[in-house]
Structures are given as structure tokens and as C-alpha cells.
């Protein structure tokens, strides 16, 4: 059974940085797209990163490009986020997903796979 497992997430202060990591097993995603996606206390899920089968096209949200990167490795079916300069904004829980398509999305209700989540703090 497929399943992904986020991790590195954690208590920082506004100007931090935090990587984080999503393992996948059980399948490969290789041919697939992945994404992050947060959900802060009282608001709707958002996009926040997504990147396309092979690592070369990347999508962001407007609230943190510029300060987050996305990237996968396909020979350990990981994909990382780097997040710097980091707001108090930027709290929320992270999720990491994705699609069965090869087309990119922004919108979390066409992603197959979800992670349980990892929780990111920013303090001012």
C-alpha cells in the first residue's frame, strides 16, 4: 500500500529555516506529480509547492516564492522543501501529496496520496 511519511518539521523563529522531507514506499512516484500543501488552525488547506515528474518544472504559491524550494529525488523516492526566511505566517501543519497524472495541479482535491502531515511553528 502506498504511503508517504513527512518529517522535519518543528518550532523556529521568523528569519529560520526548516527542511523538510517526504518518503514515499510502498509504490513509486517517479512518473508522478508531487506537492505540498499546509493547512493552518481555522483556515482551508492551501497549495504551497508542487513539482512535475521529473524534477524539472516547479510551481510555487505566491506567499513563498522566493523563499521555498522544491525538489525530488527519484532514485530514493524522497521530494524535499526547503523553507527560509521564514514568517510567523508560514505556521501550519504541511502535508506532502500526490497525483496518479503527470499534469501538475494546484488544487489538493485532484492529489491520490496524502502524508499524515508534520507540524511547522514560526515564532515572532
Known amino acids: 500500500q502506498a504511503q508517504l511519511v513527512e518529517s522535519g518539521g518543528g518550532l523556529v523563529q521568523t528569519g529560520g529555516s526548516l527542511r523538510l522531507s517526504c518518503a514515499a514506499s510502498?509504490?513509486?512516484?517517479?512518473?508522478?506529480?508531487m506537492g505540498w500543501f499546509r493547512q493552518a488552525p481555522g483556515k482551508e488547506r492551501e497549495f504551497v509547492a508542487a513539482?512535475?515528474?521529473?524534477?524539472?518544472?516547479?510551481f510555487y504559491a505566491d506567499s513563498v516564492k522566493g523563499r521555498f524550494t522544491i525538489s525530488r529525488n527519484s532514485a530514493q523516492n524522497t521530494m524535499n522543501l526547503q523553507m527560509n526566511s521564514l514568517k510567523p505566517e508560514d505556521t501550519a501543519v504541511y502535508y506532502c501529496a500526490a497525483r496518479r497524472s503527470w499534469l501538475v495541479s494546484m488544487n489538493g482535491d485532484e492529489y491520490d496520496y496524502w502524508g499524515q502531515g508534520t507540524q511547522v511553528a514560526v515564532s515572532s
Open positions: 513539482i512535475d515528474w521529473s524534477g524539472s518544472s516547479r
Open positions: 510502498g509504490r513509486t512516484f517517479n512518473n508522478n506529480v
